[in-house]
């Protein structure tokens, strides 16, 4: 299975971006979907997660400002992402638990001051 990130880009704080991961396969039918981000020197963390019931959870400095969906194929995963601040800059990849994959190169969010 091969997971590609994709919608990374500089937004200025207060800006919007919307993230797509595209897997080869419908992984996401399957598995529990999750978006994670990491930054240099840095653990990777996990930011939001969709049961393949429809159930979503955030960590507690995104809730209310990002948004996890999936497509009705369940091959891409989104991540709308609000109210962007500088904090959130870091490179965000998509994977499914408890079953992992390979990490894709994951796409840059830089958010600037």
């Known amino acids: 299975v091969q997971l590609q990130a994709s919608g990374g880009g500089l937004v200025q704080a207060g800006g919007s971006l919307r993230l797509s991961c595209k897997a080869s396969?419908?992984?996401?039918?399957?598995?529990?979907a999750n978006w994670y981000r990491q930054t240099p020197g840095q653990q990777r963390e996990l930011v939001a997660t969709m049961t393949t019931g429809g159930t979503k959870n955030y960590t507690d400095s995104v809730k209310g400002r990002f948004t996890i969906s999936r497509d009705s194929a369940k091959t891409t995963l989104y991540l709308q992402m609000n109210s962007l601040k500088p904090e959130d800059t870091a490179v965000y990849y998509c994977?499914?638990?408890?079953?992992?994959?390979?990490w894709g190169q994951g796409t840059q969010v830089t958010v600037s001051s």
């Open positions: 396969t419908n992984i996401f039918s399957i598995y529990t």
């Open positions: 994977n499914s638990a408890p079953r992992w994959y390979p």
